[in-house]
Every structure is written in C-alpha cells, then in structure tokens.
C-alpha cells in the first residue's frame, strides 16, 4: 500500500471539499439578549466543484421554529428562508414567515458565469424573536477543457488529434507512435468514481478504477499498457519520473511543485498529473494523495487479489513499481492502442 506523505499540498488549496460554516445572527441594537434560538441544524446539498451552466437542486431542510403549545412540532412553515447569490453577495428571500404560502425554500441555482475559482453559496433561516443560522458552502468553478480550461500547460496536444469514445461522446486528446503505441494524454473517464466523487472533475482528473474495472475502461480498440510497456516508455525518455510529468496548472495552481531533484520535461509525452488515488474502506470511497502522487493501472496481475501499478511522486525522480489490492485500491488508467 502506498504510504501517503503529509504535505502542505495535500489538497489544491481552493479547491473546497465541502466548508460548513454555521453562525447565529444578533441585532446589533438588541442589547437585552431576550431572542430564542431555533431548533435543528440547518443543511443542504451542495457539490464542490461546478461547471458553467450547471443547475444545482437547493433544498434546505432541519430547522424549525420551536412552538412551546407542541413540542412536537417542528415543521417550517414559520421561517423566513433567505439565500445569498454568490457572485454578488445580493440575498434574496425565498419565503417569508408572515407569508408561508409564497415562493417555496427550495430552489435551483444556475451557475451563470464562466470565471475559473472560488465562491461561496449562504442560505439562512430567520423569525422574528430568533437568532437566524446561516450556513454556507463553498465551491469552486471549473472548466474541463485542456489548456483553455481549468487545466493548462499540456505540451503534447495536438488540435484534432483526439479520439471521441463513443460510450459517452467524451473526448480524449492522444499522440501517436510512443514506442510504437499510440497513448491517450488524459485519464480515462468512463465508469469509476471521480475525485471526491464530484462529477464536475471527472473529464479534468479523470476517475479512479480498482483492476478490475481498469481492464474495461478503455475505449473500443484500446487498453491497459503493461508494466513492461510504461518502463519502455520511461525508458526511452531517461528513466526518470521528470519525464513522464506534465507541469500542468489547476486553476492556476501549480500541480506539480517545483523541487530541484525532479526536472519536469514530459518528454515521453505521457503528461502525467498528481490526482492520487483512492481506497474503498467499508463501501466508502476515500481519496488520498493530491498533488503527491500520480498513480495508474498496468495491465499485469499478480495473482487473485494483487495487481501492478506504476507511480510517481512529487519531488522523486523515480517511477516507481507498486503492488495493490485488486478489490479495494483504486488508481488512474492511461490507454493504449
């Protein structure tokens, strides 16, 4: 099992998991502190990374306005429900308290503009006498086209070199005649699970596949490289890990982080990037290693529960060989033809 190292780079810094923040809210000219609380805890889905366009399904649920006649009951209908637009920090109000029959707390937001980072969604929940709990959910904004997109600095795509998988109409740029291979330049997307299971970033890191389901990821005509195949490849470039890594952005974060043992060249052209791995613990997907490690799928087994990966490591020259549970492990897949 691959050791993960503890790194300030861990995780892209912006790039937001999921940001909670919960707070009450007091009237600046109310000094006799005679306001109650609300009861629940305030909550609603929202994804982590988004892309332009995307509709987003909002439906707060979990507070209520507690009624001293029934104690039972905590239905809603007595709330005022407000949501702040992120790219203008305008609140608007869904509902209002005095006027439960109105617009719906529930609501879709679109994500109307194009600009690459990160932003914040707030909703609260107010009533008169209360203090209001507001909870915010921070996401950020992505673009799954290379070099234009959120990823940038690919030094091997060609314009119309790209092959169109024909399960899902994606596409996937390649260069050809790589020791005798053609090589796709991109992690394959189809089937697995994207990065913190957010399908904004699939066609961006790729999703990531235990063996078994590696051998099927490839398109009509293409497949898993062997292990002998990667070491001819990183062969032929040098031998070192350099040579198989992209210095490619994120956002505008840098990937890869410079260190002085480890030249970034690509000059195999397989234009590898550090979106770790993941582990399914308890049916659980957990994902490890992001902007440290870049690890993908041979086609080799070892025996029944045991397969090989080859991967890299920020700050290493070496390419190194590794051996991984076939069922629970679950790293990139390049494609070959």
Known sequence: MI????????????????????????DDDDDTDTKMYLGGTLAYDFPAYV???????????????????????KTDTLLTWIWTDPFTDKSDT????????TVGKAFDFTVYRDTLG???????????DYYSKLVSRAFTIVDPKPNTGSLRGYTKIQPGVYLVDGRNLWEYYYIQNVGGVDLLLQNMAYGGVPYLNEPAVAAIFGNYYTYDEALSACPAGWRL????????????????AGAMM??????????????????ISNLSGFSAIPC?????????????????YAVFWTADAKDANTAYTRYLIAG???????????KDFCASVRCIR
């Open 3 to 26: 050791k993960t190292r503890i790194s300030k780079y861990f995780l892209l810094a912006g790039l937001a998991i999921f940001a909670a923040a919960v707070s009450c809210k007091k």
């Open 51 to 73: 892309q332009y366009g995307q509709v987003i399904h909002i439906s707060p649920t979990g507070v209520y306005r507690p009624n001293s006649a029934d104690a039972t009951d």
């Open 94 to 101: 869904l509902r209002k308290e005095t006027d439960p029959y």
């Open 118 to 128: 990160d932003f914040t969604m707030k909703v609260t929940a107010a009533a008169t």
């Open 225 to 240: 490289p062997s292990g002998a195949e990667f070491d001819a490849m990183i062969a032929a470039a040098g031998g070192d």
């Open 246 to 263: 992209e210095n490619v952005t994120f956002n505008g974060i840098e990937m890869w982080p410079y260190t002085r043992e480890v030249k």
């Open 276 to 292: 770790g791995y993941a582990i399914v613990e308890e049916g659980e997907y957990r994902f490890y290693g992001m902007l440290d």
């Open 316 to 326: 290493q020259p070496t390419v190194f060989t590794g051996e991984q549970s076939r």
